[in-house]
């Protein structure tokens, strides 16, 4: 099966600027992750959907971040505007329907951001 | 908040050791605990999880333990090889929900 995917791979923008990364789930998987991984620490959950609902943004900063997710299946994740410390990697990750694997999270190659 | 520790933060060992990660967690709730291997530039990659109703699960050279009284969890790995230097992530959830990743292990395997 397809694995997640996410585009762009690569991005560095000027502080204040603004960018959007984008997701595509494993078709079928109800849920979607987004996690912030600063170089050298561990991911970071942004916020969580479940379908087209958002289960958990609670540490998404809602100031400048912001997330959906178009009929149930991509997401979009915005920053708006950039600064400094968001550089980082941005993971997208989805997980299965409610059943016995609905926790397993299979991990997208991530989008690189750099901000100058 | 919640948290999840994971020691040690580096980790060396020689070819054909054994290596042990360690995790600790916070939330009572947490009942599903995922360790991932990540290695430089790619994707996490689960390699084995445990859920609350078990203590112990292993797969091949890989087990995880899983203490819910003391709130930790282990990682072992036997018969190193070099391919399995990488960095290993521990992480808590509550079904699903709510998931915490450690701070990582970055394991080197001396050949």
């Known amino acids: 099966e397809a694995g997640v995917a996410q585009s762009p791979r690569y991005k560095i923008i000027e502080k204040r600027q603004s960018v959007a990364f984008w997701c595509n789930p494993i078709s079928g998987h109800a849920t979607l992750y987004w996690y912030q991984q600063i170089l050298g620490q561990g991911p970071k959950l942004l916020i969580q959907f479940q379908n087209n609902g958002v289960v958990d943004d609670s540490q998404l900063p809602k100031d400048r971040f912001s997330a959906e997710r178009l009929k149930g299946v991509d997401s979009t994740l915005k920053i708006q505007p950039a600064k400094l410390e968001d550089s980082a990697v941005y993971l997208c990750a989805s997980s299965p329907p409610e059943g016995m694997y609905q926790e397993t999270q299979y991990f997208g190659p991530g989008t690189r951001l750099l901000v100058l | 908040g919640e948290n999840v520790e994971q020691h040690p933060s580096t980790l060396s060992v020689q070819e054909g050791d054994s290596a042990v990660i360690k995790c600790t967690y916070s939330?009572?709730?947490?009942?599903?605990f995922p360790w991932y291997k990540q290695e430089l530039g790619k994707r996490p990659q689960l390699i084995i999880d445990i859920r609350s109703n078990v203590g112990e699960k292993k797969d091949q050279r890989i087990a995880v333990t899983l203490n819910k009284t003391a709130k930790h969890f282990s990682l072992h790995i036997t018969e190193t090889q070099p391919e399995d230097s990488a960095v290993y992530f521990c992480?808590?959830?509550?079904?699903?929900?709510?998931?915490?990743f450690g701070a990582g292990t970055r394991l080197f395997v001396k050949a």
């Open positions: 992480a808590a959830s509550s079904g699903g929900f709510k998931t915490i």
């Open positions: 939330d009572s709730a947490s009942n599903y």
